[in-house]
């Protein structure tokens, strides 16, 4: 049986400058982020559960409290980070992330397309930080109308997974008398 040879990406420059559209675009993504994140935080505090799932067949992540509350919302993964290896990686590039929830990641590869931001559609990217994952999240959010991105840790990897229809799917328990 033949073996298909993987066809070679073209050369992609991740430091290319930016046009003042995109400088725009991406100041405003970064305020977004910001904005959206605290409030992730402060109306469903997404900071302090104690498991959580996400299902790729249903696209729902589920956050379990301790207090017997659970937090449900549709998602979509955007891309993986590599703390050990300095690495990002889009969803739309991961064979281990089913096709249907690479949906959001394929927008942000869009927007890199119409402003020819390399570090976009380059399916595997060096990342050098925290900030930088924050950054490529806050472009993500943008280019999805998400309200924001949760971090889930599965291993080494940390995935981040835009967030859209956020629900309680089960109220806290109520203290015994």
């Known amino acids: 049986m033949p073996t298909r040879k993987k066809k070679a990406e073209p050369k992609i420059d991740l430091d290319a400058p930016l ?10 993504a970064t305020a977004e982020f910001n904005t959206k994140q605290a409030a992730l935080r402060k109306d469903w505090r997404l900071d302090s559960y ?11 992540l589920n ?19 590599s703390a050990d290896g300095h690495s990002w990686e889009w969803a739309w590039n991961n ?16 927007v890199g397309k119409r402003f ?6 380059a399916g595997m990217i060096p990342a050098p930080g925290e900030e930088f994952v924050s950054y490529l999240c806050a472009i ?7 309200i924001g991105v949760f971090r889930g840790k599965a291993g080494p990897i940390d995935v981040m997974i835009t967030l859209k229809n956020a629900r309680w799917t089960k109220k806290a328990a109520s203290p015994r008398k």
């Open 116 to 121: 020819g931001i390399g570090y976009l559609v």
């Open 140 to 146: 993500g959010i943008k280019a999805t109308d998400s």
């Open 19 to 28: 046009s003042p559209e995109a400088d725009k675009y991406l100041a405003a």
């Open 63 to 81: 956050l379990d409290f301790k207090n017997g509350a659970q937090f449900s919302a549709d998602g979509q993964i955007l891309g993986s980070y």
């Open 50 to 60: 104690k498991q959580w799932g996400f299902d790729q067949f249903s696209g729902v």
């Open 95 to 110: 064979p281990n992330v089913e096709a249907a929830m690479t949906r959001d990641s394929k927008l942000v590869k869009k």
